[in-house]
Each structure stands twice: as C-alpha cells, then as structure tokens.
C-alpha cells in the first residue's frame, strides 16, 4: 500500500514507539514521549493515504516542514536576506523612509547614495548655481475648466483610489482623518461614499467605477439622480471616472457574496450578500462622444463641479481618438488621471499586473503630448500615479508632463503597512485591508492619521525643496530638459533627448 519512503517511516515510527511504550513503562517521564510520537505517527499515516499532495505523499510528516517554510519566506526574506535596495515592489530604503517621514524623523541620510550612479537608467534633477527660496513655491493647483462651476484647489499629492471594502473602516478613517489634517483629498475608490470617507471632513473625489456604487439602479446601470444627491455633498469636491487601473487594465471586479454585507452593501447601492460583478466597461458609454457626454452629464448634475477620467494607457489611438473628439464636439474633462502599469490594488490576476498596461513614464510622455499636439494640455490637468513616494518621484512626474500627483501604496505605508503581501487574503497583519477586528484593532486611527498628514506634508516639502535647488520658482516650469538619465554605461540623455516634446497644435 506505501512507497517506500513510507514505509520507511512507518517502521521507524512503529520501532519508536514499541522503545518509547517500554522505556515509559520503565521509566514514568518517558510517558511524555508518547505525547509527541502518536500525533506524528498518524499526521504520517493521513499523509501516506492523501492524495493531492505529491510531497506530502513520498514524505510524510517532513513535507510538512516545506511549506511552513515557504509560508514564512516572505518575512525571512524581509528581515533576514533582503538589502536596502532590492525588495519588490518597494524596496527597503523607500519602506523606511515613508516611515521615517511619517514619524518625522526623517531629515537626512548618512554618508552618501546607496543607489550605484553609473548603472543603466540612474536618474537625477539637474540643479541650478542660483537656487531659490523654497517658500516662495506655492503647493496647490487650480483644476477645473472653463465649463466648471466650482474649481477645486487641490494640493499637489494626494490619496489615491482605494474603496472601503478593499480597506478596513479603520485604514479609511485614518486616511481621511489625515487628509482632513493635511488638506489634501481621499480618493473613495470605486466602492462608494461610506460614512468613513465623511467622518473627519477630508476633501473627497468620489471615484465612479463600472459598478456605479452609490448611484446605481438595481439593474447596475447608472443612476443619474442618486449621483446628483451624493456629487452635492460639501466634502466632494471632484469626480473621477475609473476607466481602468494599472494593476489590472481591461479587468473588472467581483465582490463575492461573503464579502457583501450589510453595510458595504447599503454603500454600495446592491443586495446584501449576493455576488456583485463590475464589468470591465461602462453601461453609460462606448465611444469616445458617449465618455465626453457622460463628463458633461457628471458635471452638469454635480452643479459645475470637476469631473474627469482614470485610465492606464492601453491602445494609444483610442485615446487619441478621445483627444480629437473633445477638439470636435467642445466637451473636455478638468482632469485625467494616468495611472502606469506599475499601480498597486488590493487582488488583481498575476498576468494583468505584470504584462498588461503602460509604465508611468512612457505614458505620462504619450498623454502629454497628445494633448499638446490637440491645444488641449492648457485645459487639463494630468493626475500621474504609480509608485510616487518621494519628492524626487513627483518632480520627475510632473517634468513629464503631470500637474500634480496621487499615491495609494505610499499611504498605506504611512498607515503602517510592511510589505506582507497579503492583501488579497483578509490576514493582512496591519489592520489596513482586513476586515478581521482582531487585526484592525491595531491600527489606531488617530496615530496613524497623524503619519499619513506628517508623510505627505514633508515629501511634498521634499519636492518644494528640490525645485528651489533647481533654480525654479514654480511646479509648472519644470519640462523634460530637467531630468537626465543613464541609458547605456557611457550615455546619458535628458527626457527631452528621449522623448521630444510635441509641439503645441501640432495634430491639427
Ligand atoms: C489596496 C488598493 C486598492 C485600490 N483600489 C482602487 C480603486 O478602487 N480604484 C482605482 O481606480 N484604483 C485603485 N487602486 C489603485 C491606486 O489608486 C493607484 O492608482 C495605484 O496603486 C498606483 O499608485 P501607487 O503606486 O501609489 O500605489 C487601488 C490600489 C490599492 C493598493
Ligand atoms: S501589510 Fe497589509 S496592506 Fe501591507 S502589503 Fe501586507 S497585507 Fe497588504
């Protein structure tokens, strides 16, 4: 009946426990050694007879040992193997430093550069001999269009996109307390408005997925009357479309039935605990005439408030075609927001966050000057996100083009997170995207209020800072000749050497 492995053990077993029983008999504390001999001993014959594990099967009772070791490998990884500059996808001197920051304690780094200056892709901000004093730089942007009633002064980083539902109560407090702190917005995510988003008063953009939760009919179209009602609360100040993410582009959401309850449910505007699918379109639009109208419609219902699109770049004439039809019919969003295809999310599958959708830099490049090329950038405002967490990261955005910029793993940082990479398993140990009470208790929403408004105010401190060492006075001055980068080990190129800017009016 076993192989050979097994019954290799099963004699070594039976002749353990034949010596154990005898000496025990002999000798009182020998007892004990049944304690530990018999539960091995059957753990080994269940594991002989399972067949759905291979290891498991040839060796009984040690393949054990295989996988608690692979359970814990990210966290000895971690704290025992990783240096301060791999680890993925933040590496340990970016996870510190949030964290420094978000403790203020965080002003400056002994001895030099960890980075190796000379490998291929290196960047760095040149600076200028006559620096400026960084105070004078103003922090916040004004978006909203001619055809807005009600611009919003948004501060140049922000809370990017994550729903109640993918965060616990907890984390969304915490991270509207601080925006509250700060001044600067809390992105809902596509989940809806929760009573969390509302509690401490933060600026809000109420993020409108595929799913309309919140201002959704029963049949999941969208609801234009439950919009109106929640786009005229006071704490919204913008609304974004999610066209798409860059964790998983072109993918939509399920939210299972026992993830459903009562109160996301209520928020989200469906059945409680039933299966809720968010198609990976939208019912209220398939063109780009019909996106531009459904901003429009947004904004006339929000009574002139700021409305505009997330997307990750996929196909670029379709976003092109976009361009030419606001040119054609008049109508052009405040805002559009890129996220790379290095974004974060809570559950994504494995293919769509590493092989689907365009990194950061080349599409903030593509969108920038399409809408250079359409006369179009003056208009809008470009949102870039994806993997900015220092000041550095935002002034290279913003030289390709971004206005300002948002961040969800950032924060999450700041609201404790380490990197456990479980976030799509209801254990993450910080509290930040479990439901569990007994992990979301750790996370204390006032400590941790006080790191995200600590962690945005000095990165984007640390922005104003290198900008004045770059000689600049403004945000909006910085271009492509600003920043350089190593392309090869004896050749070095300034984005605009990579990228040449396209000139305004260009595509008419
Ligand atoms: C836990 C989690 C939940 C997210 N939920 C949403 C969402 O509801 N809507 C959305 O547009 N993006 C969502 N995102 C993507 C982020 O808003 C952001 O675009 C992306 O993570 C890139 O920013 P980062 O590199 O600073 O994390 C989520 C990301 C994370 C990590
Ligand atoms: S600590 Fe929590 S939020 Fe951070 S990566 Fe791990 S599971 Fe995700």
């Known amino acids: 009946m076993f192989n050979i492995n097994g019954r290799r053990f099963v004699n070594a077993m ?63 990884r971690q704290y025992f193997v990783e240096s301060n500059t791999d680890g993925k996808p933040f590496n340990k001197n970016q996870r510190d430093f949030v964290n420094k920051r978000s403790e203020k304690k965080f002003e400056t780094h002994p001895f030099g550069t960890e980075l190796d200056v000379y490998a291929d892709q290196y960047q760095w901000a040149a600076h ?36 109640f539902g993918s965060l616990s109560a907890a984390a969304v407090r915490a991270l509207n307390k601080g925006a509250n702190m700060g001044s600067f917005y809390h992105n809902t995510g596509e989940g809806g408005i929760s009573d969390y988003h509302l509690e401490f008063g933060a600026d809000l953009v109420w993020e409108i997925g595929s799913g ?44 299972p039935a026992a993830k459903n309850t009562k109160e996301i449910a209520d928020i989200r505007g469906v059945e409680p605990h039933t299966k809720v699918v968010s198609p ?23 009574g002139g408030k700021p409305v505009g699109f997330k997307l990750c770049i996929g196909k670029e004439s379709e976003f092109t075609d976009i361009c030419k039809s606001m040119t054609e019919t008049g109508i052009k969003p405040d805002f559009i927001t890129i996220d790379g295809g290095e974004g974060g999310t809570g559950a994504a599958p494995i293919e769509f966050s590493d092989s689907i959708g365009m990194p950061l830099e080349e599409a903030l490049v593509f969108v920038t000057d399409t809408l250079n090329g359409f006369n179009l950038k003056k208009d809008i405002h470009v949102i870039a996100s994806g993997k900015i967490i220092t000041g550095f990261d935002i002034i290279r955005a913003m030289a390709l083009g971004a206005d300002l910029c948002n961040s969800a793993r950032g924060m999450m940082f700041a609201l404790g997170c380490i990197q456990a990479l479980k976030c799509d398993t209801n254990e993450c140990p910080t509290g930040i995207t479990t439901h569990n009470p007994n992990l979301t208790r750790g996370l204390v929403v006032s400590d941790k209020a006080t790191r995200v408004a600590n962690f945005q105010s000095q990165t984007v401190d640390a922005a104003q800072e290198i900008l004045a060492g770059m000689g600049l006075s403004k945000f909006e001055q910085l271009n492509r000749n600003h920043i350089h980068k190593r392309t090869g080990t004896d050749q070095i190129k300034t984005f605009e050497e990579i990228f040449p800017t396209v000139e305004t009016g260009a595509y008419f």
């Open 212 to 255: 309309y939760f919140g201002c959704r009919k029963e049949d999941g179209n969208f609801d234009p009357g439950l919009f109106k009602e929640k786009a005229g609360m006071d704490s919204v100040k913008m609304i974004e479309i999610k066209l798409s993410q860059g964790a998983k582009p072109g993918h939509g959401g399920v939210l």
């Open 280 to 302: 990976a379109y939208h019912k209220a639009f398939s063109s780009p005439q019909g996106l531009l109208q459904f901003v429009q419609e947004l904004r006339d219902l929000s």
């Open 14 to 76: 039976i002749f353990i426990s034949f010596i154990s029983g005898i000496v025990s008999w002999l000798w009182h504390p020998f007892v004990w050694s049944f304690v530990l001999t018999v539960p091995v001993f059957l753990i080994g014959l269940i594991d002989m007879n399972q067949k759905s594990n291979t290891i498991i099967r040839n060796f009984p009772f040690l393949g054990h040992f295989r996988y608690l070791f692979l359970s814990i490998s990210p966290e000895i």
């Open 128 to 163: 200028s001999i006559y620096p400026i004093d960084k105070n004078k730089i103003p922090q916040r942007t004004l978006i909203g269009g001619a055809d807005c009633k009600q611009p919003y002064d948004a501060s140049i980083y922000n809370i990017s996109a994550m729903s």
